[in-house]
């Protein structure tokens, strides 16, 4: 992702709020509660 910072990591990869296909009825981690029961440690997966 655009100004995203360059490193390796680990960790289960979570989906936030997200589909996988295009839609305008989630906000795929702009919002608090896109996170509600997100394991800490986890990689978030949001749509851009």
Do not use: H, P, W
């Not at 979570?14 to 440690?41: K, M, Q, R």
């Amino acid at each position: 992702m655009t100004y995203s910072g360059a490193g390796d990591t680990t960790g289960a990869i979570t989906a936030v709020d997200t589909t996988g296909s295009v839609s305008a009825t989630n906000s795929s981690g702009c919002e608090t509660t896109d996170f509600a029961g997100f394991t800490a440690g986890s990689i978030a997966l949001v749509q851009r």
